[in-house]
């Protein structure tokens, strides 16, 4: 009897925490749906920011597509960095130390505040390599800051990957090259792709590492990596804390939202494209 009660108490703990998790997440995402439709339109998407001050006019059409460079830029440079790392600890690695060595340090990136990381942006990429603050800085810094998510998914679709074919690969002659692009990472990169999108979405909706590495409050689409951008968050930043307006930081939230939200959901149709294939 007592067993079948404590069955039921933890089945209802579940339950409500579910509810009240699903709830407030429904209350965010509407009272912002609500209050962002009000002033969106193809005008608010596709011009420039106006007024007085900056942004009390016009529309976010820089800040979007920088934005998107941005997020392209950090998922090209962190993807090539994480995905090395992860083949190399997962297939070429023979030291544990060594291994041991690598996992701690991407822990402890993890585990570095983004405001630091942006710090170290400015310091290194900003100052040191003379890149100026700009579209290339921003991206790369975000770079640093995404690589452990990818590097850790990376690694574990990796690790995965049935040995026994890797054995007879190696069996039959194949050198370990060929086995690893014409076997493991095609049957993998779905996984790496479905990690490099959720990390894109991570990096798209960030500020704080690209305030002191390239983002500004005013600039046209960038042009080239050496110019300064303008991104979502940092404008949404921007509108709010200055007091601008808050009808435009809830139209610019819902737009930076349905970005992420797109973003997860190729992430997410790709996972589930994967498991279909391996069955």
Not at 117 to 125: E, K, N, P, Q, S
Not at 179 to 192: G, R, S, W, Y
Not at 250 to 275: D, G, P, Q
């Amino acid at each position: 009897m007592k067993k079948v009660r404590d069955n039921f108490l933890f089945r209802m703990w579940l339950m409500l925490s579910a509810l009240i998790v699903l709830a407030l997440v429904g209350f965010i995402i509407g009272y912002i749906v609500l209050n962002g439709m009000k002033s969106i339109s193809l005008d608010f998407l596709l011009s420039h920011p106006k007024g007085i001050p900056l942004g009390a006019e016009g529309g976010i059409l820089p800040a979007i597509v920088g934005s998107l460079l941005l997020t392209l830029i950090a998922c090209a440079s962190a993807s090539v960095l994480a995905l090395a790392t992860a083949v190399y600890v997962s297939f070429y690695c023979q030291s544990r130390q060594l291994e041991t060595v690598v996992h701690v340090i991407v822990q402890c990136m993890a585990g570095v505040p983004s405001i630091v990381v942006g710090l170290f942006g400015y310091t290194f990429l900003v100052a040191k390599l003379n890149l100026g603050r700009s579209l290339l800085s921003a991206g790369l810094t975000l770079g640093v800051m995404i690589f452990p998510f990818i590097e850790v998914r990376a690694e574990k679709s990796l690790r995965e990957f049935n040995r026994a074919i890797l054995q007879s690969s190696y069996a039959l002659g194949v050198s370990k090259v060929y086995t690893l692009l014409k076997l493991v990472l095609p049957q993998c990169k779905a996984d790496i792709v479905a990690a490099v999108t959720l990390a894109g979405g991570f990096a798209m909706g960030a500020a704080a590492p690209i305030i002191l590495t390239g983002a500004v409050i005013f600039a046209p689409i960038p042009r080239s990596l050496s110019s300064p951008v303008m991104a979502l968050p940092f404008h949404l930043y921007i509108l709010t804390g200055e007091g601008i307006s808050l009808e435009k930081a809830y139209a610019t939230a819902l737009v930076l939202m349905v970005l992420i939200f797109a973003i997860n959901i190729v992430s997410i149709a790709l996972t589930f494209r994967r498991k279909e294939v391996g069955r």
